[in-house]
Antibody, heavy 124, light 108 residues
Framework: QVTLRESGPALVKPTQTLTLTCTFS??????????VSWIRQPPGKALEWLAL???????YYSTSLKTRLTISKDTSKNQVVLTMTNMDPVDTATYYC????????????????WGRGTLVTVSS | DIQMTQSPSSLSASVGDRVTITCRAS??????LNWYQQKPGKAPKLLIY???SLQSGVPSRFSGSGSGTDFTLTISSLQPEDFATYYC??????????FGQGTRLEIK
């Protein structure tokens, strides 16, 4: 069974750095074509793509947030980590990780499996 | 960035209705358009990829069409479990990947 699960702090203070972990099972990020991405959704708002890492350790970022984001993977632990610096209340959102299983061609970058998400609130 | 615009933003319909949701891209994206369904408090679920390919396990009442800049998601006969928010996502230009703003489908 393929699953993804997000974990991290529920509350962070403004200016702090957020670190989120996506722990997955049922697939390996060392398998050619596999990718894991982070997507967020502020309360009542639309989905926003943040970052992606692929099997070859190539990394891609949202153009508007790339200076604040870092994505990395630990293949041995089946984990992908996202850090976001200088958090602000507007970053309050549910953060999801999701899988792309056929990422050879970026035209196939659709998300076939998602984690349940983790709500992060930014407040002092 | 490629902008994705969905219409309508919200829609009321009845069980058994045929419903169509539209997604328009700010430039041609060929057929690299994907659709998701999201229910309250849940993660999105992939319905359609590459404009018209039905994801495994998704009921056949869901269908997608279009190419270039204009796309549609059609539900042929609404079921009670279909009331949700629907999002389109383009994968033509992945720097960055972009989603539409969502269409909320409500019970009339």
């Amino acid at each position: 069974q393929v699953t993804l699960r997000e974990s991290g702090p529920a509350l962070v203070k403004p200016t702090q750095t957020l670190t989120l972990t996506c722990t997955f099972s049922g697939f390996s990020l060392s398998t050619s074509g596999m990718c894991v991405s982070w997507i967020r959704q502020p309360p009542g708002k639309a989905l926003e793509w943040l970052a992606l890492i692929d099997w070859d350790d190539d990394k891609y970022y949202s153009t508007s947030l790339k200076t604040r984001l870092t994505i990395s993977k630990d293949t041995s632990k089946n984990q992908v980590v996202l850090t976001m610096t200088n958090m602000d209340p507007v970053d309050t959102a549910t953060y999801y990780c999701a899988r792309i299983k056929d990422g050879y061609n970026s035209y196939n970058w659709y998300f076939d499996l998602w984690g349940r998400g983790t709500l992060v609130t930014v407040s002092s | 960035d490629i902008q994705m615009t969905q219409s309508p933003s919200s829609l009321s319909a009845s069980v058994g209705d045929r419903v169509t949701i539209t997604c328009r891209a700010s430039q041609s994206i060929s057929s690299y358009l994907n659709w998701y369904q999201q229910k309250p408090g849940k993660a999105p679920k992939l319905l359609i990829y590459a404009a018209s390919s039905l994801q495994s396990g998704v009921p056949s009442r869901f269908s997608g069409s279009g190419s270039g800049t204009d796309f549609t998601l059609t539900i042929s006969s609404l079921q009670p479990e279909d009331f949700a928010t629907y999002y389109c996502q383009q994968s033509y230009s992945t720097r960055p990947i972009t989603f539409g703003q969502g269409t909320r489908l409500e019970i009339k």
